[in-house]
């Protein structure tokens, strides 16, 4: 089953979405990633196959910056095993723009 957090914040979020993560491992999954928005407006992202240990491999040698961003933990129910997970990539930009958006609207 797969699993996604989101989160918005003052600070860096990479670290928290791999804690977000780590706390979803009980649904299975066989590959992960996170992205997050950059000051510049850019989308950056990390994934990886196999357990999230291997995707915070990835994290610490490619440090990701960013205040809001998203991670998925996925399950294969179609396709093999991949760490290219097309469909979370094309999934990331309506969530970003909901949580950016989000931040204008009115309370």
């Known amino acids: 089953m797969c ?21 979803l491992e009980y649904r299975g999954y066989d590959s992960a990633g996170i992205a997050t928005l950059t ?7 990390r994934r990886a196959e196999g357990k999230l240990e291997k995707l915070a491999q990835v994290v610490a040698a490619r440090p990701l910056a960013g205040t809001i961003g998203i991670g998925h933990t996925r399950w294969a129910t179609h396709g093999g095993i991949t760490n290219k997970m097309r469909t979370l990539w094309r999934m990331i930009l309506l969530p970003l723009c909901i949580m950016v958006s989000s931040k204008t609207l009115p309370r």
């Open 3 to 23: 699993g996604i957090i989101g989160i918005i914040s003052q600070t860096d979020v990479s670290e928290r979405l791999l804690d977000g993560l780590k706390r």
């Open 39 to 45: 000051a510049d407006g850019e989308i950056d992202r």
